[in-house]
Structures are given as structure tokens and as C-alpha cells.
């Protein structure tokens, strides 16, 4: 009986090398190999090797970083799956990452969710494994828990990816979307649209040939070091999807403040504005997946920005804009931008679609 | 210009009234309307509510009530969405908080990743989004952090969500896949099979007419009163995908030993063990999402299923089989049946698919 079975389970794997089938969903022997031999080996840690239900994770450590636990997740259904600079395995790792940093949080724990498409080549899913054990390593957070579910080929694109992350916010650190005030400058950690614009010529149809690469990497080493010379951040996030104009309207309605950009100051490649021209975008609303907006008092702003300069990928950070008290009558709430002809026009959330599935 | 695009957002919502669009899932205005009129409303607290991106939890509260976090994550796919007894909600609150409650640990925060699927009628995410609501203040757990992506049509099915969640481990606590001994005694907590046999008939080709609910609901007290009987349980899983027979053989193979059960022991209602001869399936392979397999020590064995058979739910817990040495030369490790007929017969993992989208 022992040998059939042997025998039956060598005949699923010869037939599944090339790809994933139903079988490695099914909680049986298909799945506990594929789980063990290609999820569980990539990641390979102290919590997540035991394989139990959960990982368990000392709160001792925890304690000695913060008061605060900060949590998050984000699922990642980015199409193409690869793309320069990145692909879905370094995007899920990062974006969560970064997700924690934006509250000042050393990003510790990460749980990997995959859905996987009948049909998947299991080559495919090798490659977006190992990119997310280095993007972790480099980030230096664990994946300590995951789950694999298989669907129906047409049920699902190839892969999608939930991470969620834990993280612990140091003692006295608050940092909110609603605290801008008059006066606070802003400041962007560099290159604005590589993503999106990266994301908008991989798609094929467009025929683009410049030369873009994703920015998608870790950034909470960039919070430490503006926090080192910024401790009052007052508010911070990254500026993902829907890009920095839908950041700094959320920080401008949240704060009831007006916030008044400095187009000539924005840092966007040429290859980017290529792409924007040619598409009749504006690179305020294309996805980053590296950079982050920060409010902060002003007289701390270029000690910053010179310190944020030092460090590999953010030498273009700048101060782009400033903080406007709303209550002379009449003052809009709300996003400003000064154009390069000295016009000013206002700024607004998209309304519609720009792009789907950039993360 | 503000009243242009108040009457373009009023459009976008009127359009959007039936179904989820793409625009739900740019970033932009129409995804917020969704995230804060639907998502955020629906979960409602103080850590969610404040929409930032990541949610800011007390350690102070977390150390009361132990020594270790425990962290998992299930991304949950199954079809139909909605069945008796439950929905795809349902299931990912329950199956995450059971997946924390198996280590012994309470389970606190949940976070929630929505991938909707173009087309998707809102009705219908809000009757989901409702029953996650509802199952997570009946399991006692926040859901304090989330996440929504949309794809085209066809590039998902309907809606997947993917829960992770942390709770805390009390000090002490040791459950482990690899602690079973020679001498210990089985138990589960009721009915074997309803979820798996429930789903199975919903997917209408077999047109069962059977009377089947899922059983699917959250364990953490039946686990509290099983160690308050039996402080030294030694493995504990929930019995959800390859249902008791994977858990079980996992339990083995861990812990080095045989497992023998006592079919005559194993509670299946009447109805399951219809559906199962139908279609020539074995309960021990079914789904459950409210059963939970205990390996604990003979001497407490008798206590804690009186005090289990006492909660809702748990009225047929029951001893089904006990761990026997696998020193004796010869002796197969993994689990084997006594049957009704007397026989012995080895029951491993499944090889195939028997379900998929189970869960």
C-alpha cells in the first residue's frame, strides 16, 4: 500500500514540474510538497519552518522598539508580473514595508497570501519567491506565515500576492494625516512617476521605448534618517497608487489646510515626462512605489532634504511645496500647483480610472 | 471647476450604484467613496476609522495577556460565495481567528484584503462585508486594517479576500505539531465534515436535496475551556482543507508515532455520511471550519470533552482515538482506522484534488 502510494505521488509530480495545478490547492500531498519544497525553502526562517498555523514571535523584542504595534496589508495584482526594476514578489514585500514605515515603524514581520492560477508556470513562481526572500532580506523583515489557495484557470491572473506586516512604532512618535499646518513645507524623496510610468510602457500596447525602471524598494531607513533630523514629521506617507496628488489631498482635507506645490521644483525624469506627454498624463498622479511625502516645520526642512540626498536613490529629494492656513475667507482646501509659467491651477483626486492593476 | 467635478463624481457614483468599476481600484476619488461609504463604514472603529496607512495598536494591552504574538494569514476563495450556514466572509473571519486560536493564543486584530472582480454588484460585497462585521464581534476581534484592489472581468472570480490576523499566546503555552505520545487520546469538538459535504452539494451540479450547513464559526473558547480541563494539551489544529485525516496524518509524522482512530467514535450526521456515500468520499477528508483536533494526555481526556459537550456547538465532542508507540520494529507511522467492521485499514493525505475552492 505504502509503495502505490509512493508510485501515485511521483506520477503528480512528474506532471506538475512544469506547472500549478488543482492538486497543489487541495491540502493534501500536492500542497504540503509545494508549499515545503518551494514556499517554505525560499523563505526558510525559525518561525516559518515549524509550519504550524501561526508563527510565534516574542513580544520581548517588540517592546524593546516601541509602544506601538503597527499593522497593515495589501494585496498585489500588478500586471505584468515583471517589469523593470521590480516584479509582483518585490512589490508585495516593499509596498507593505513601506506601508509600516510611513508611522516611523521598524517594519519586523510579514505574512505571505499567494492565489495562484491554475496553469501557473511553477517557474514563474520561483522567480517571484526568491525576489521577495531578497527584498525582504534587504528591507530586513521576516515572512513569517503564509497560505497558498489554488483556483480554476480564467478564475484568476496568474497571481496575486496579499502581504500583511507588523511593525513597532517607537514611543512619542505620532505622525498624522491631519496634522499639516501653516507654514510646514513639503518634501518628496525624489523621482516622481517611475513606477506608474514603467508599469504604463510594459503594458505593450504603447510601443514606448525609454528607458524606465520601477522604483519600488524599501524606504524606512529614508523616514530614519529624516526623522534624525526631522523629529516632528508631521505628516508622511508614500505615494503609491493614485500618485502625490492623492496623498497631498488627503493630507490638505484632512488637515483643512491649503497645500501649494512648486512645479519647477517636482523631480521628474525626462524619460517620465516623455511618457506623460505622449499620453497627456500628469506625473502628480502616476504611482511611485520608492517615495514618500513628507510634511514637516519648516526650519527642519533643508537639514533633511540634505541628509535624504546622501542616501543611494533619494539624491533628488527636494522641497516642492508649502502649507497654507485656510482661514482667510475664501481659501481653497486642497492642492495647489504652481505651474512653470507662474500660473496656478488646482489639484484634485482622479475622478475615474487612470490605470488599473499598477500594484 | 469644483462644481464640474462634483457633477463628474455624482456620474461616476450614479454608474456605479449596481456594480464595482475599475475606477473603484485607481487610487483615486471613486475608490475612496468606496473604501469610506462601504469598507470603512461596514468595520467601523478606532483604529480603522482614522484611514491612515497602517493601524496603531497598544503593546501595553497585547503584554497583558501574554508573552508571544501569534500571526497568520488565509486568503479565502471559495465558490459558492454564499452558502448555508455562512458566506465567504464568514469563513475569512472564522478561519483566521481559528488559525490564532489553535496555538492557545486570544486573538485580537484582523486585517482585511479585498480583491473585487469588475462587475462585482455591490450588494453583494455588502452583504459579505455585513457578515465579516458580524463575525468578527462575535469572535471578539477588530478588524483594524485593510486593503481593496480591483481587476478587470474575467481576471478574478467575483471577490477574494485574504485576512491575517495576530493574537497573543498566554505564558507557558507549548502546543506543538510534534508533541504527541505514546498514551495520549484524541479528541475533536463535534460533527466531522459539515463545511466540505455543505459546499460539495451548494455547487448544484450533484443536485443534492440533503440538509447541510457549514459548521463554520470561531473555536477560541472551546480551546480556552479545552485547556482550562487540560492545561497540557499537546497538538492542536483545526481541521479545515484535507480535513482530520491530513491534520491527523500531520500530527504523526511530526511527532514520530502512530495515531489510531476509532471509526465508530468519529461523530458524522446522518446527512453527511449520505452525501458521502453519493459520491464515494471519506468524512475524514472533508472540510471543516468550526472543528478542531486535540491530542492531549488519557488522564484529562474524559474532563475536557464533558466541558466541551457543554458549549453550543461542541455537543458531540468526543474521543475518537488514541497515540500508540512507534518503537515496536514494523510499526507504520501515520494514522490507521479501526472500522466499524473490525478492521484496520491506513488512511493517508490525500494525493489529488478532491475540492477545490473549498475555502
Not at 524598494?217 to 523616514?223: F, T
Not at 475664501?330 to 512653470?340: F, Q, R
Request: proline share 4%.
Amino acid at each position: 500500500m505504502l509503495n502505490k502510494q509512493e508510485n501515485e505521488s511521483n506520477d503528480a509530480q512528474s506532471n506538475d514540474v512544469a506547472c500549478i495545478t488543482l492538486a497543489h490547492g487541495s491540502g493534501g500531498k500536492a500542497m504540503r510538497d509545494l508549499v515545503e519544497n518551494e514556499i517554505v525553502s525560499a523563505f526558510a526562517n525559525e518561525y516559518l519552518t515549524p509550519l504550524e498555523d501561526q508563527a510565534r514571535l516574542p513580544l520581548s523584542a517588540m517592546n524593546s522598539l516601541g509602544d506601538r504595534l503597527a499593522m497593515t496589508t495589501d494585496s498585489f495584482v500588478v500586471d505584468p508580473l515583471e517589469f523593470p526594476g521590480g516584479d509582483i514578489g518585490t512589490l508585495a514585500v516593499n509596498g507593505t514595508v513601506n506601508d509600516l514605515a510611513m508611522s516611523g515603524a521598524t517594519p519586523l514581520y510579514l505574512t505571505c497570501g499567494l492565489i495562484l492560477e491554475e496553469g501557473l508556470p511553477l517557474d514563474t513562481l520561483r522567480r517571484i519567491l526568491s525576489s521577495m526572500k531578497r527584498a525582504a532580506d534587504l528591507a530586513g523583515v521576516t515572512i513569517v506565515s503564509g497560505d497558498t489557495k489554488v483556483v480554476h484557470r480564467g478564475a484568476a491572473d496568474k497571481i496575486f500576492i496579499n502581504t500583511s506586516g507588523i511593525g513597532v512604532i517607537p514611543k512619542h512618535l505620532e505622525i498624522n494625516a491631519n496634522a499639516a499646518q501653516d507654514g510646514d513645507v513639503v518634501i518628496v524623496n525624489g523621482w516622481v512617476g517611475d513606477h506608474g510610468a514603467t508599469i504604463m510602457a510594459e503594458r505593450g500596447e504603447l510601443q514606448l521605448d525609454a528607458d524606465l525602471y520601477s522604483d519600488c524598494r524599501p524606504l524606512h531607513r529614508e523616514v530614519n534618517a529624516l526623522l534624525a533630523h526631522c523629529p516632528d514629521v508631521h505628516c508622511l506617507r508614500d505615494a503609491t497608487r493614485g500618485g502625490l496628488a492623492t496623498v497631498l489631498t488627503e493630507f490638505a482635507e484632512s488637515s483643512n489646510v491649503k497645500i501649494v506645490l512648486d512645479q519647477a521644483a517636482i523631480p521628474v525624469r525626462d524619460e517620465v515626462r516623455g511618457v506623460c506627454e505622449l499620453l497627456g498624463l500628469d506625473p502628480l498622479y502616476l504611482a511611485n512605489e520608492g517615495k514618500f511625502v513628507a510634511i514637516v516645520p519648516a526650519k527642519h526642512a533643508q537639514a533633511a532634504v540634505n541628509a535624504l540626498r546622501k542616501l543611494p536613490g533619494a539624491e533628488q529629494a527636494s522641497v516642492i511645496g508649502h502649507v497654507e492656513s485656510t482661514e482667510t475667507l475664501g481659501t481653497y482646501v486642497g492642492v495647489s500647483l504652481k505651474t512653470t509659467f507662474g500660473s496656478e491651477r488646482m489639484i484634485d483626486m482622479l475622478i475615474g480610472a487612470q490605470l488599473p492593476r499598477i500594484c
